[in-house]
C-alpha cells in the first residue's frame, strides 16, 4: 500500500514547465533519494506533497494515520526561546497528553462514581501513551540528538542569537525527535561538518520509517537510500537501487538510446536517398512510394536531453604583494570572543579550506581579515594590490528581479547578449535567466552568484561554504576553476572531497575556538 501517491501531476511558472503528467509513489519503509540537477524541480516536488503549493494539474494524495515531517529551513524560530524549548516542542503532542492527565485529575472531585471509572480508564490510556512515547526520557533524547548534531553547547541560548545555519540545525534535529512516519529532508547536510554528517548518515541508515532525501552529496546519498527518483525533463523515473547503481544503469541507458537514435538516423538518412533517386524513375517508383511509406511511419528515438553544464573561470587581475593577510593575536568575535588569540599568515597563491564544527566562527574570521567586522583585539595586516572576490554563504531575500535584470545592475555597460552569454556559461537556461531569482531553486541561485563573481577580476577569492545547493557537475567544474585559478583562495568547506586535492592546506579552526565542542 502507498503511503504518498501523486498522479498526473503537470506544473509551472510562468511559461516555465517544471513537470508534465508526472506520477509517483512512496511505500511504507522506502528509503528514497531525489536526484537530479538544479533546476529540475525537486524542491518544487516537495513544496507540493507538503500542500505549500498547489499544482497546475493532478492529484497528491497521503494515506491516513501517517504523521509527515517536513524540514522547512523558512520555518519561524521566535525570539525569547532556548535551543533546548525549541527541540523539546517536538514532543508537544505528549505535553499536550500530559495536560489533559492533570485536567482529568482535577475535575475528578466533582465527578459521579460512573464518571470517575470512565475517567479512570481514560486516563490509563492516555498514561500508556506517555509510556509508548518516552515522555519521562525527553531531556534525554533532546540531549542526545543535540549532541549529535552540534548544538550542545547552544542548548540554552536563545534561538534568535543564532546563524542560520544554527538554526536550520535546531530545525532538523526537532524533525529527527519527532520521529514521523515519512521524513522529507531537502539538503540536510548543509551547514553540517564531517562529525555531523557522519551521525545524521548513521541516523538515517537505520531509520526504521520512510523518507524522501534531496542531496547533492552522492557518497552520503549512496549509504542511506534504497530507491532512486531521478527528476529530468519534466519527469520523474524510478530506479530502485542506490546511487552509485542508479549512475551506472542510466548512463548505459543514455548510450543505448544514443546508439539507437543514431542508427535510425543512419536509416531515414538512407531511405530519403533512395527515394529521391528512385523516385522519378518508373521501374523503381513503387520500391521508392513504398520507401515513403516505411519513412512515414519511422519514429525517431528520442535521446536523453542533458541540461546545459557550468563553465566557470575566474579571471585574475593582477599580482598582489606577496603578503596577503597577517592576523597578530587576532581575537574575532561580536559581543562575546570566538576564538583565543589567533596568528595566522598568508601569503599570495595560497589555497587554503577553514574546517571545523558549525559555530566557532569560520565565517567570522573570514569577515574579519577582510575588515568587513572589527576585532575585538589584536590586528590584521593587510598587503598590497589587492582585488578581493566574496562569496558569502547567506543570502537573504532574493531579488524580484529577473536574472538577466539582476545581473545587468552589476554590470550596467553590458549589452543584453554578453549578459546571456555569462549566464549560458554558468548553466543558466533562457527559461531559467527570464525568471525571477526568487523564484530560482537554491543550486540556480547559486549559479548566478557565481556568474557576478566570475566576471570581477580579483587576484583573491574568499568563499564562504561555496558547493552549497550545486549540483554534481557544478561542483566538479568549480573545483577545477579553482584549481585553474592562479591566485590566493581562503574558503571554508565541509566537504573534504572538494577541497582535499584543491587547497595546499587545511585549517582546523577548532584549534583557536573559544566554543565547547
Not at 509510556?131 to 526520557?137: A, H, I, P, R
Not at 587554503?352 to 572589527?374: C, D, E, H, Q
Not at 571554508?492 to 584549534?511: A, Q, R
Request: glycine share 8%; net charge negative.
Amino acid at each position: 500500500m502507498s503511503i504518498l501517491e501523486v498522479k498526473n501531476l503537470s506544473h509551472g511558472f510562468g511559461d516555465r514547465a517544471i513537470f508534465e503528467d508526472v506520477s509517483f509513489r512512496l511505500l511504507k519503509g522506502e528509503h528514497i533519494g531525489f536526484v537530479g540537477a538544479n533546476g529540475e524541480g525537486k524542491s518544487t516536488f516537495m513544496s507540493i506533497i507538503t500542500g505549500t503549493l498547489v499544482p497546475d494539474e493532478g492529484k497528491v494524495t497521503w494515506s491516513k494515520k501517517h504523521r509527515v515531517g517536513y524540514m522547512d529551513q523558512h520555518a519561524a524560530l521566535g525570539k525569547g526561546k532556548t535551543t533546548r524549548e525549541a527541540l523539546a516542542e517536538a514532543f508537544q503532542y505528549l505535553f499536550d497528553i500530559e495536560a489533559e492527565i492533570n485536567d482529568t485529575y482535577m475535575k475528578m472531585a466533582e465527578m459521579s462514581e460512573d464518571e470517575m471509572n470512565a475517567a479512570l480508564e481514560n486516563v490509563g490510556e492516555l498514561q500508556e501513551e506517555l509510556d509508548n512515547g518516552d515522555f519521562y526520557l525527553i531531556d534525554a533524547k533532546v540531549e542526545e540528538t543535540a549532541r549529535g548534531l552540534g548544538l550542545t553547547n547552544l542548548l540554552d541560548k536563545d534561538v534568535a542569537d543564532l546563524s542560520g545555519g544554527q538554526r536550520t540545525k535546531i530545525l532538523l534535529g526537532k524533525l529527527l525527535l519527532e520521529k514521523p512516519d515519512i521524513l522529507l529532508l531537502d539538503e540536510p547536510t548543509n551547514y553540517l561538518d564531517e562529525e555531523h554528517i557522519f551521525w545524521l548518515k548513521n541516523y538515517l541508515k537505520n531509520y526504521e520509517n520512510a523518507f524522501i532525501l534531496i542531496s547533492h552529496d552522492v557518497a552520503f546519498m549512496d549509504e542511506v537510500v534504497n530507491i532512486i527518483y531521478h527528476v529530468h525533463g519534466l519527469g520523474i523515473t524510478r530506479y530502485s537501487m542506490g546511487y552509485a547503481d542508479f549512475e551506472r544503469v542510466f548512463e548505459e541507458k543514455k548510450a543505448q538510446l544514443e546508439a539507437l537514435h543514431n542508427a535510425q538516423v543512419a536509416e531515414q538518412a538512407k531511405l530519403k536517398d533512395f527515394i529521391a533517386r528512385k523516385k522519378a524513375n518508373v521501374a523503381t517508383s513503387g520500391q521508392a512510394k513504398a520507401r515513403e511509406k516505411k519513412l512515414a511511419k519511422m519514429e525517431i528515438i528520442e535521446t536523453i536531453s542533458e541540461k546545459p553544464k557550468p563553465h566557470f573561470d575566474f579571471q585574475f587581475s593582477r599580482k598582489p604583494s606577496r603578503l596577503v593577510f597577517e592576523a597578530k593575536d587576532l581575537v574575532i568575535g561580536y559581543s562575546e570572543p570566538l576564538s583565543s588569540k589567533i596568528n595566522l599568515k598568508v601569503e599570495s597563491g595560497q589555497k587554503i579550506a577553514f574546517v571545523g564544527s558549525n559555530g566557532i566562527g569560520k565565517s567570522t574570521l573570514l569577515k574579519s581579515l577582510m575588515g568587513l567586522i572589527p576585532s575585538l583585539s589584536g590586528e590584521v595586516e593587510k598587503g598590497n594590490f589587492q582585488d578581493i572576490a566574496y562569496y558569502e554563504q547567506e543570502i537573504k531575500n532574493p531579488s524580484q528581479k529577473t536574472v538577466l535584470d539582476d545581473l545587468w545592475d552589476e554590470y550596467p555597460g553590458w549589452n543584453q547578449a554578453e549578459l546571456r552569454g555569462a549566464l549560458a556559461r554558468v548553466g543558466l537556461t533562457a527559461k531559467q535567466i527570464e525568471s525571477r531569482v526568487y523564484v530560482l531553486s537554491g543550486g540556480e541561485q547559486a549559479k548566478l552568484r557565481f556568474a557576478k563573481l566570475m566576471n570581477t577580476e580579483s587576484n583573491i577569492l574568499i568563499l564562504d561554504e561555496p558547493t552549497n545547493h550545486l549540483d554534481v557537475d557544478a561542483k566538479d567544474e568549480l573545483k577545477r576553476a579553482l584549481s585553474d585559478y592562479p591566485g590566493t583562495i581562503l574558503m571554508v568547506s565541509h566537504e573534504p572531497e572538494f577541497y582535499e586535492g584543491l587547497v595546499n592546506e587545511v585549517i582546523n579552526c577548532e584549534e583557536w575556538t573559544t566554543r565547547v565542542l
